[in-house]
């Protein structure tokens, strides 16, 4: 089920096609099988259309959690908590007093909160739709974590010194609705930091083709689009930086930026200068890197011979969605994040790789950012000893050239 839908930034219907995005994922209603990239022909603002309803979508972050790292005992990467790290020395400037509430709005685990905490906060807060988010906060940091999100900010967070949304208003449908609802938590005087991927960087070093058209970002923002969108909701622009975040292996550039309240609410009344040349450039890049993927798959599809497939993300859900793999003769699917478990993908559900013990067809390895890991271990922890084919050079030691 999809709709179609308006700008996030200025609230046209005028989309220009840039990229159709497929998922080989099996339709529940609320997760994102598919969208059309577009610019809007009115502001220049790129996002994703035909996607599900916002109530789908809070449906499948109650349930799903935004971090990658549950199976890692709970705890954060060191290379998350570095990116972190950062993005709180960067705030505690603009936040000299220790006693003003301090909220952040889709804080997973609460590991911003835990870092405000060490440095000397006192009145902090998490908002998060994930059930686990609570338990997982007091256990980590000893912070408290209430169920709610942009659309959903409970009454608690009113009169905010400071709302931090780090990797939230990517996932958002409603994006001016989000905003007006945040900014209205602010004290006269309080601060909204934002922080999201940025479009003018996105880049295929070190992550596979179209990754940043994943399963779950719908809106792609540069800072012209952000500061828009945030005009448009009645707040003024403080400052404005670029940074890395580092979640996986490749490093992810994001535009942070600093808002107020405005006293007077104006339009933005211009294009977004980078976004639609960006978006294409992209699109380009992506193309042209999966152009040899596509060849490697070739030569390991023709022959019809059986393969298991490790990884079920983003990556994989697209190749599967197009030939040849979505024509090839796929025996498994599996992958080492519970999140992904249950899932239909190209008709089969996904499962942990302690599923596919015993048989013997070769393993395509499905997210080339984490080859090396999931090589380790397949082999080390499920004993796995089954050939693997790689998409993307350079090729692990031990991973056969397609
Ligand atoms: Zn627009």
Redesign the pocket.
Known sequence: MTLRRD?P????YEPVLVYRQRFAVADDGRRITGYDVVE?G??G?VYADGIPSQEALDGYYAVASKYEYLECGGQAPASLEGSHRDMVERLLPLLPDQARKIVDVGCGNGDVLGLLRRAGYVNLLGVDPAEHSAAAARRLYGVEVVPGGVLAMPPTAAQAGCIVLSAVLEHVREVAQALREVSGMLAADGLLYIEVPDLERFACDGSAPFQQFSVEHINYFTSDSLVHAATAAGLGLAQTWSALRRTGTAPEPVVCAVFKLARTVVGHGTRDRVGPAAVRRYVAQSEALETVERARLERLTAAGAPLIIWGAGTHMQHLLARPPLADATIVAIVDANPRLHGVVVAGLTVSGPESIAGRDEPILVGSPAHEREIIDAARRVYGLENRFVSLTPPLAADCQTL
């Open positions: 700008c930034v200025c609230g046209l809007c009115g502001c603002a």
